[in-house]
């Protein structure tokens, strides 16, 4: 366990906020992104989101720049939508 603290305590935020990677768990990034969890796991199979880092045997989380890269990536403006859809 203590080699898992090391790994760990790398990857968080420093206090003097250099060198700094903040981590993002499943609920964070549902609710930044506005995907369930089952909908970002469907992505993550077909590679259309990126995968999580393991932090412990027990615990996934994501780098807030995979996250903001991923964000990037998106297409901007409005989807056409189906002709049988109803107003």
């Not at 305590?9 to 992104?33: C, D, F, Y």
């Not at 989380?61 to 901007?76: G, L, N, Q």
Request: proline letters at 7%.
């Amino acid at each position: 366990t203590m080699l898992y603290a090391r790994c760990v305590a790398t990857n968080w935020k420093q206090s003097n906020g250099e060198n700094h990677m903040s981590m993002l768990g499943i609920k964070t990034v549902s609710e930044r992104v506005n995907l369930s969890p089952v909908t970002i796991w469907r992505r993550m199979q077909v590679g259309d989101f990126p995968k999580p880092v393991q932090l412990t045997p027990n615990r996934k989380a994501w780098t807030e720049k995979s996250i903001e890269e991923w964000e990037e990536s998106r297409p901007e403006g409005q989807c056409e939508l189906p002709a049988n859809f109803r107003k």
